[in-house]
């Protein structure tokens, strides 16, 4: 029965999880239509519920103090504004509300060969930057947030990555669609091709990380 919130929910798996798992009524937001929509056709969940918003969160219009909970599954490397992120957690959580976040990090100290790797992860990403677990705890406490704990996740999640190399390339390999896709100018993504490795490399020298980092509202 409680309420929380899915930041960046992207085709709503996991809002649904927590929906079904805990009985929860998740409010999941995309900037995506798109997602939204294939988000909907999803079979519901078992219990709770779930409400997909084509909305930014950082103008969303939750009432102040509103969320038991919120999480953030890699979304906030795409978000402009991070200070206003937490802020934004900040005033939609009740006094003693949790949130949990998934991120994609940079190391504290890259070199200058890893900021260029780092930098070309974001331009084709289009991302508009990553930070250090340092500089998120920085925010969080900024914002009047306490930071429960972290944990850092890199060598579990460096392996998805080869995963999806071998997928990958055993696509280009025995279905056209793949070599159609990537041959279309139109298909912006195909740019994945060439970020691929480039994560891959990032993760493997110690330039990414991928941490979790829990956060709680003052009583």
Known sequence: GHTVADIGCGYGAAARWVASSFGARV?????SAAQAAQAERAPAPDRGAVRYLVAD??????????????????????????PGFFRQLERT????????LACWLVA???SWFERRILEKICEEGRLPGMGTIADYTTLATAAGLRVVGHRDLTLEVERTWWIIARRLLAGLLTRRRYIS??????FRERVFLFTLPRLMLAYRTGAMRYGLLWLQKPE
């Open 181 to 186: 896709f990537l041959l279309n100018r139109a």
């Open 108 to 110: 504290d100290d890259p």
């Open 57 to 82: 969160w950082l103008a969303n219009e939750l009432p102040d103090a509103s969320l038991e909970a919120a999480m953030a599954i890699e979304s906030l490397a795409h978000m402009a504004d991070k």
């Open 27 to 31: 409010t999941a937001f995309t900037l």
């Open 93 to 100: 959580l009740k006094p003693g509300g949790r949130a949990a």
